[in-house]
């Protein structure tokens, strides 16, 4: 029986270890036993806590999730200004975050992105990750510009924002973080240029 106040210590660890398993072999050649060997315990923990692979994977993508979170949170905190493109900016910024473009991160969501087709639970998670974006950027927007301009606008920067992250992890040298969030702002500031006079309601 696992010690208490070591579970959530034990989770982490296997989340961590998950991720850089799947970083070095890829999601089909990280196997129970290489993520055990990896956060160094038997491989019967994995199944204690999580049930399996597909319940520890589901585990560490709510983990990435909570860290992209976390980064925007961080960011609207740290703002001196509540303009919409000020908020939108925390957005972008926190979907370039470091704990989302490392190697381990970025290979890890390529593999949840990818598993997200074929497994449920992992469908529901990147569909509450998909409309969470779009309602947050479409509700900013909405503050400068006409309910149907502000859907495309979100639509837009959300594809803007999933394209570059993808594009970027996809590179041999990984992604550059700063160049994609340059190019992600000059799009949002192209959105708002017929709406720079407009001033939320």
């Not at 087709?117 to 900013?140: F, G, T």
Request: proline share 3%; aromatic share 6%.
């Amino acid at each position: 029986m696992p010690k208490v106040g070591m579970e959530p210590i034990r989770r982490q660890q296997l989340i961590n270890a998950t991720m850089n398993a799947i970083n070095e072999v890829g999601l089909a050649d990280a196997t129970i036993v290489r993520i055990a060997r990896h956060a160094g315990v038997s491989a019967g923990i994995i199944s204690h806590y999580f049930g399996g692979k597909d319940g520890l994977l589901e585990a560490t993508m709510r983990q990435i999730l909570t860290d992209l979170g976390n980064a925007v949170g961080s960011r609207r905190r740290e703002l001196d200004d509540d303009s919409p493109r000020a908020l939108i900016g925390a957005v972008i910024e926190g979907n370039f975050d470091h704990t989302q473009v490392t190697g381990p991160a970025a290979k890890t969501w390529l593999a949840f992105w990818t598993s997200s087709m074929h497994k449920p639970a992992l469908a529901r998670l990147q569909n509450v990750n998909d409309r969470r974006l779009y309602d947050n950027l479409c509700y900013h927007f909405s503050r400068v510009m006409p309910r149907v301009e502000a859907r495309n606008a979100a639509r837009g920067l959300a594809a803007m924002i999933d394209g570059l992250w993808l594009r970027g992890a996809l590179t041999p040298g990984g992604l550059n973080a700063d160049g994609a969030r340059r190019l992600a702002f000059a799009y949002l500031d192209q959105l708002l240029a017929h709406h720079c006079g407009t001033t939320a309601a």
